[in-house]
């Protein structure tokens, strides 16, 4: 899941559609809910999160060229209508869905 989380982080950079780089991406407003509740700035960064990243940025990649993520059951319903109405749909791993 975690490389996943990191391939969508890629993808949007090379995607022209969001800022060109990972700070802008991750930074970007309202996109990634760490950011917007705090939990960003007291999460301990693991090993395999390390792991993770790493191989998202040599090009390790099962996202299927996903650039949007949720977790249905946390989000707010208005945001998964968004997602649902303006989105494809690509898969779900874990708790997250992924869409394009």
């Known amino acids: ?5 990191a391939n969508v982080v890629v993808n949007r950079v090379k995607s022209g559609k969001f800022p060109n780089s990972i700070e802008g991406v991750v930074f970007q407003k309202g996109q990634f809910s760490p950011i917007r509740d ?3 700035y007291s999460v301990s960064i693991t090993s395999e999160t390390k792991e993770a990243v790493d191989r ?3 090009g390790e ?3 299927q060229g996903a650039l949007y993520f949720a977790a249905r059951k946390k989000a707010d ?3 998964m ?3 649902d109405s303006k989105l494809s ?3 779900k791993h ?3 869905e992924f869409f394009k």
């Open 94 to 96: 874990g708790t997250h």
């Open 81 to 83: 209508r968004w997602f």
């Open 56 to 58: 998202a940025l040599k």
């Open 38 to 40: 705090g939990r960003y």
């Open 77 to 79: 319903k208005n945001n």
């Open 89 to 91: 749909y690509l898969f």
């Open 1 to 5: 899941g975690k490389i996943l989380v």
């Open 61 to 63: 990649d099962y996202s």
